[in-house]
Each structure stands twice: as structure tokens, then as C-alpha cells.
């Protein structure tokens, strides 16, 4: 079946630093790929997509190419900050129509 | 245009009791979904409605259903409550089924549900 595997957290960083969260991703065809955020006490929220084979989706200085060659969907950030400290699930919609499946989630603590 | 509301946002209740979540979804958008999370399973999808109709269903037990109104509001309804059921209920929101190709959810703040 479809699954998401996501890099074991937490990730400490300090401020400043690169970020590289590692998503891989088993599904047939060609699904969509999300990344989602959860700030402590919220919901998620919609950080970036991609919907086919090499396109980046950005937003918020965050970047992932979708790589189809190496079922990937890598979390980058050039410059984290103290408030970019939250969970980051990795999580994928496929051809069949279902609804999301999402990663364990990545806990990221970023230090000033 | 206001975001995805869940009412309550937080709730207590005991073994064997059954408790109903609410979900108001984005102005517009047809498709709710539910989810589960929970520290240990992580997030799990429950249940899709579109057009008051359940269009999806993940693997949990029929304590749990739910249903759609024609205003696209929905609630989800667990009855004979577990120990196990304790855990943040997310809804999210789409234009159209949630499956459809790059179709993107949109969560709301989730309901904290606490069995003792």
C-alpha cells in the first residue's frame, strides 16, 4: 500500500542553520506530495506542494522538489528560524483518489 | 475568508459515554475530511463526506461515523468511548474530493478529546 516514511526527530538546530527534513514516499503512479507544519496547541498547516514529477514547491524561505526517480520529497530551508520550531509531516494524495497519508511527522526545535 | 472552525476544542468525557465533534469547513468548499491523531499512530484518516454523502472511509471500528449537511457543515459522532479513542480530531476542508489530482486540504485547529 502507499506510505510515507519521514527522518526520525527531534532535529535540534540553532538559529541560522540549514535545514534538511527527509521524506520518501511508495505509491503507484504519480501522487500529489504536501509538506504540513503544526505550531504547538494548532491544527495543521499547508507549508508547500507539488503535484508532478521535478516541481519545487516553495514557500516561506521552505523548498522540496519532488523527485520521482528517488521517491522523494525533501524538506530544505537555507536560514531556520527560532519560530519555524514545530512538527513537519510529510504526506502524499494518490491517482486512486484517497485521502492523504501522512508521515510520523518530523519535531524540529530550533535554538537562538 | 474565514478558516476551517471545530467546536468544542477541547472536551472531557468518560468510558462508554459518546460524544459529537463539529466541523465548519471554508466557505465554499464541499469536501470534509476527519482525522485522528495521536502520539503513537500519528495521524490517521477517518472518514471523507462530499455532498452529504461518505465518500471514503479509513479502517476504524463503526463507533465512529459521521455525516454532512447541505451546507457542507459536518460532525462525527463516537459512541461507546475507549480509553484509546483520547486523541486530537482534525478536520480539513477542500473545494472538491480530497483525492482529486492536487486537491489541497485545509485543516482546521482539531478537537482535543480527553476519555478517562
Known amino acids: 500500500g502507499n506510505s510515507v516514511t519521514q527522518m526520525e526527530g527531534p532535529v535540534t538546530l540553532s538559529e541560522e542553520a540549514f535545514l534538511t527534513i527527509n521524506c520518501t514516499y511508495t505509491?503507484?503512479?504519480?501522487?500529489?506530495l504536501f509538506w504540513y507544519v503544526q505550531y504547538p496547541g494548532e491544527g495543521l498547516q499547508l507549508l508547500l506542494k507539488?503535484?508532478?514529477?521535478?516541481d519545487k514547491g516553495s514557500n516561506k524561505g521552505f523548498e522540496a522538489t519532488y523527485r520521482k526517480e528517488t521517491t522523494s520529497f525533501h524538506l530544505e530551508k537555507g536560514s531556520v528560524q527560532v519560530s519555524d520550531s514545530a512538527v513537519y509531516f510529510c504526506?502524499?494524495?494518490?491517482?486512486?483518489?484517497?485521502?492523504?497519508?501522512f508521515g510520523k511527522g518530523t519535531t524540529l526545535s530550533v535554538s537562538s | 475568508k474565514a478558516g476551517v472552525t471545530q467546536t468544542p476544542r477541547y472536551l472531557i468525557k468518560t468510558r462508554g459515554q459518546q460524544v459529537t465533534l463539529s466541523c465548519s469547513p471554508i466557505?465554499?468548499?464541499?469536501?470534509v475530511s476527519w482525522y485522528q491523531q495521536t502520539p503513537g499512530q500519528g495521524l490517521q484518516f477517518l472518514f471523507e463526506?462530499?455532498?452529504?454523502?461518505?465518500?471514503n472511509k479509513g479502517n476504524f471500528p463503526g463507533r465512529f461515523s459521521g455525516r454532512q449537511f447541505s451546507n457542507s457543515r459536518s460532525e462525527m459522532n463516537v459512541s461507546t468511548l475507549e480509553l484509546g479513542d483520547s486523541a486530537l480530531y482534525l478536520c480539513?476542508?477542500?473545494?472538491?474530493?480530497?483525492?482529486?489530482?492536487?486537491?489541497?486540504?485545509?485543516f482546521g485547529p482539531g478537537t482535543r478529546l480527553l476519555v478517562l
Open positions: 480539513a476542508s477542500s473545494l472538491a474530493l480530497a483525492g482529486n489530482y492536487g486537491e489541497t486540504q485545509y
Open positions: 505509491a503507484t503512479g504519480y501522487p500529489s
Open positions: 507539488a503535484t508532478k514529477a521535478d
Open positions: 504526506a502524499l494524495s494518490d491517482e486512486a483518489g484517497t485521502a492523504l497519508i
Open positions: 466557505s465554499g468548499h464541499r469536501s
Open positions: 463526506y462530499f455532498s452529504e454523502t461518505q465518500r
